[in-house]
């Protein structure tokens, strides 16, 4: 019997795997595909991200990784650029980040097999008691879900999708460009009601490229995307003939869409717990966090003569970490479905560099600078003060 299985070897589920064996447990890492795989992703990690990434032991000043200073915000013919409240972003495409977060696991101790597919959970005595495949069956501790939006371990244990929490929709598609190296992350804001464009500069030679709707129930991003692209200069490069690929979509689940996070023997991790933020579609930083948190409680548990007891804490300690942003960031995108106050937030939001700084730390969950000013003050004060479901 392993001490925890993961069901995923996503940016959640190599955190936690990578964290548990390090602290020496006995981990097996089930993934159903084979590396390199490709994720749709738009490639962006902020210093959030980029804080995790360095406490799994990875180094990222090598080739691939591409810095950037801070975010730059285009909308109602304004330009605003804002650096990183603290630390510096990097781009990676998730054609090889996911396999050097696994790798990483597997050097740090955990068992790591490719193109096992997981297809129910074991259950004995109302808990959740490993896993079975196509081949075999697994025992464990515990295990953890973290097999991305659609989650079947979590639907096969009767956990599906909050109705009243937004499931947004993402497009990606690379092109060869000259902005490649763009030291800014750069977001349009007013492409639609609750939705944005980026433009991430990968520093290979090519830039990720894409749209995001945040809460529309049916959006069609294809046609979002080609009418912006088609709008912008054919110098920057974002036209057929410079395409790498079609353009690809995925789910955003979004504002902890699926809950419980922890049911008797089994925890959820990352986008099978919904834990993307609603007010930008950000999640590899939850993810990566969110692992790093269930093997904190995991490993008290196991050393705790009350594991139970422990493990039901999981839930609550992940809401202290990200429930207030969630909250916030489901108000904000919520009332920009309304295309007045999306264009009234655009023109005046870019006119006010505080408010929008106030806005990203807020909201989009950014960790505040030192020798904070009162607005860094009054976004920390804000969420702190907002409930945290």
Not at 63 to 71: A, E, L, V
Not at 163 to 182: L, Q, T
Not at 188 to 201: K, Q, S
Not at 333 to 346: G, K, N, S, V, Y
Request: net charge positive; hydrophobic share 40%.
């Amino acid at each position: 019997m392993r001490d925890v299985i993961v069901v995923g070897a996503g940016p959640a589920g190599s955190s936690v795997a990578n964290h548990l064996a390090r602290s020496g447990l006995d981990v097996l890492v089930l993934e159903k595909t084979s590396f390199p795989r490709e994720k749709i992703c738009g490639d962006g990690l902020t210093p959030r991200a980029v804080q995790e990434l360095h406490s799994l032991g990875i180094d990222t000043s090598g080739p691939g990784w591409f810095p950037n200073k801070g975010i730059r915000l285009i909308g109602a013919g304004r330009t605003l650029e804002l650096p990183w409240p603290s630390g510096t972003g990097l781009t990676r495409t998730r054609a090889d980040f996911d396999e050097i977060l696994a790798r990483q696991a597997v050097s740090a101790g955990a068992t790591l097999r490719e193109n096992t597919k997981v297809t129910a959970p074991l259950l004995a005595n109302g808990r959740v008691s490993g896993v079975r495949t196509a081949d075999e069956t697994h025992k464990a501790r515990l295990v953890i879900a973290a097999d991305g939006a659609s989650s079947r371990f979590s639907v096969a244990l009767g956990l599906r999708p909050r109705r009243d929490r937004p499931i947004g929709i993402a497009g990606r598609r690379y092109f060869r460009s000259p902005r490649h190296d763009d030291a800014h992350l750069e977001v349009w804001l007013d492409l639609a009601p609750a939705g944005y464009g980026w433009v991430f500069g990968m520093g290979d030679g090519t830039c990720n490229v894409g749209v995001a709707l945040l809460r529309s129930q049916h959006p069609d991003y294809h046609s979002l995307c080609s009418r912006w692209l088609a709008s912008l200069p054919t110098t920057w490069g974002f036209t057929e003939e410079n395409a790498e690929g079609p353009l690809r979509g995925a789910a955003l689940p979004m504002g902890f869409s699926r809950r419980p996070h922890y049911l008797p023997g089994c925890l959820l991790a990352g986008d099978s717990g919904g834990m993307v933020n609603p007010s930008n579609g950000e999640g590899i930083a939850y993810a990566l966090e969110a692992g790093r948190i269930a093997a904190e409680v995991i490993t008290a548990a196991f050393h705790s003569p009350f594991p139970e007891h422990v493990l039901r804490r999981y839930p609550d300690a992940v809401q202290r970490a990200n429930g207030s942003p969630f909250t916030l960031g489901r108000a904000f995108t919520r009332a920009l479905e309304d295309p007045r106050i999306m264009r009234l937030a655009t023109r005046h939001g870019l006119s006010h560099p505080s408010l929008m700084r106030f806005a990203l730390q807020a909201v989009g969950g950014l960790p505040a600078p030192r020798g904070r000013g009162a607005s860094d003050r009054l976004a920390a004060a804000l969420t702190r003060l907002t409930p945290a479901s």
